[in-house]
T-cell receptor, first 113, second 112 residues
Framework: NAGVTQTPKFQVLKTGQSMTLQCAQD?????MYWYRQDPGMGLRLIYY???????DKGEVPNGYNVSRLNKREFSLRLESAAPSQTSVYFC????????????FGSGTRLTVV | SQQGEEDPQALSIQEGENATMNCSYK?????LQWYRQNSGRGLVHLIL?????REKHSGRLRVTLDTSKKSSSLLITASRAADTASYFC????????????FGDGTTLTVKP
């Protein structure tokens, strides 16, 4: 049981380049989330998908787009990367009810130069 | 911000000692969760406590919740070097449809 799988694990981009971070879960969870974590800080929500077919903005959505491709997959796209987007990105999933905790992937460490 | 805040930011103890970290929040919650993050890894869910619960145990972990003070504490008893990690509280509010808001974490170092 893999849980939540994120790819790639590391990425270096030049300013202005675009890329898509992939996330897949195999737990049949309804809800999926994208967070970013900056050094010494907690997680800030970028976008989330409460259920297949829906997406909503979180605290820091500017510069990002998402796609809930199906129940398993939730991708995060940076259209024109900026140095301020240098961070570690975590995907998470949950059953979607108030009682369930989150299962996190191992993260993507992104550097924008 | 509705974000929970952990205290202290950093804690260093000897193996075998107890570690206590606290979380405060600002508005009424549906539940509060604690997570552990080992260096360079994703977060791992430890325990969830509902707003109508006052205390919960899981192995060496004890979580308390005081809704009147809008605070929670995580106690790790008989700590081990393997408990070295960052610990985060996450608050889930009734209006946020399942979203959780994370604090900045407490970094715990357990010295052998």
């Amino acid at each position: 049981n893999a849980g939540v799988t994120q790819t790639p694990k590391f990425q270096v981009l030049k300013t202005g380049q675009s890329m898509t971070l992939q996330c897949a879960q195999d737990m049949n969870h309804n809800s999926m989330y994208w967070y970013r974590q900056d050094p010494g800080m907690g997680l800030r929500l970028i976008y989330y998908s409460a259920s297949e077919g829906t997406t909503d903005k979180g605290e820091v959505p500017n510069g990002y787009n998402v796609s809930r491709l199906n129940k398993r997959e939730f991708s995060l796209r940076l259209e024109s990367a900026a140095p301020s987007q240098t961070s570690v990105y975590f995907c998470a999933s949950s059953e979607g009810n108030f009682e369930s905790g989150y299962t996190f992937g191992s993260g993507t460490r992104l550097t924008v130069v | 911000s509705q974000q929970g805040e952990e205290d202290p930011q950093a804690l260093s103890i000897q193996e075998g000692e107890n570690a206590t970290m606290n979380c405060s929040y600002k508005t009424s919650i549906n539940n509060l969760q604690w997570y552990r993050q080992n260096s360079g890894r994703g977060l791992v869910h430890l325990i969830l406590i509902r707003s109508n619960e006052r205390e919960k145990h899981s192995g060496r972990l004890r979580v308390t919740l005081d809704t009147s003070k809008k605070s929670s504490s995580l106690l790790i008893t008989a700590s081990r070097a393997a408990d070295t990690a960052s610990y985060f509280c996450a608050t889930r509010y009734n209006t946020n449809a399942g979203k959780s808001t994370f604090g900045d974490g407490t970094t715990l170092t357990v010295k052998p």
